[in-house]
């Protein structure tokens, strides 16, 4: 069956450094993968989208790699900030639906 | 900004009550979805709808049911409220992946705050 995996476990890092989340997938071959933001009691907000034919994609301090090979997404965060500190899901599609597949999200803390 | 909105932040239901979730959004976007997000789980989609009047089942629409009258509004009813129905639910929408011969194809959700249901 199709499957996403993120790290179930929280991530802790240092202010400065970057931060690296991971999204793994199984049984699947996503046209597109989303990243979006999601605060404590509050609904996800979109950062990023990279499609199957891009390796990578840029805002700001954010970069999004996408390999079909090893079928994962990299999310990165560089000088992270405390203010990062939230929970990061990953979502996958494909063309010609409307439907999206998210995981179960990484939060990850920066500490100051 | 795209402004989606969920009728209440927070609800609590004795077993057996028909709950009324209502979400508005005011980007004239044809796709609004309904998920619950549960620990461990992750967001899955209940039932979404591509227009009005239109509605199709997701992954668990099993004790719910949606209306969507307007564009803009999306309900999602609850005929009979089970304690394992507890959850966080959140209200989506979005493009459509193409309208008349230009494809929007990136799909982009916008999310409300989400409401926290406790079925007692």
């Known amino acids: 069956s199709q499957k996403i995996e993120q790290n179930s476990e929280a991530l802790n890092i240092q202010e400065g450094k970057t931060a690296t989340l991971t999204c793994n997938y199984t049984n699947y071959s996503p046209a597109y993968l989303q990243w979006y933001r999601q605060d404590p009691g509050r609904g996800p907000v979109f950062l990023l989208l990279i499609r199957e034919n891009e390796k990578e994609k840029r805002k700001e301090r954010l970069k999004v790699t996408f390999d079909t090979t090893l079928k994962q997404s990299l999310f990165h965060i560089t000088a992270s900030q405390p203010a990062d500190s939230a929970t990061y899901l990953c979502a996958l599609g494909t063309s010609g639906t409307y439907k999206y597949i998210f995981g179960t999200g990484t939060r990850l803390k920066v500490l100051a | 900004d795209v402004k989606v909105t969920q009728s209440s932040r927070y609800l609590v239901k004795r077993t057996g009550e028909k709950v009324f979730l209502e979400c508005v959004q005011d980007?004239?976007?044809?796709?609004m979805f309904w998920y619950r997000q549960d620990p461990g789980l992750g967001l899955r989609l209940i039932y979404f709808s591509y227009d009005v009047k239109m509605k199709e089942k997701g992954d668990i629409p099993e004790g719910y049911s949606v209306s969507r009258e307007k564009k803009e509004r999306f309900s999602l009813i609850l005929e009979s409220a089970s304690t394992n129905q507890t959850s966080m639910y959140l209200c989506?929408?979005?493009?459509?992946?193409?309208?008349?011969?230009?494809?929007?194809?990136?799909?982009?959700?916008?999310f409300g705050a989400g409401t926290r249901l406790s079925v007692l």
């Open positions: 989506a929408s979005s493009l459509p992946l193409v309208r008349g011969k230009i494809s929007l194809a990136k799909n982009i959700q916008y």
């Open positions: 980007m004239d976007h044809e796709n």
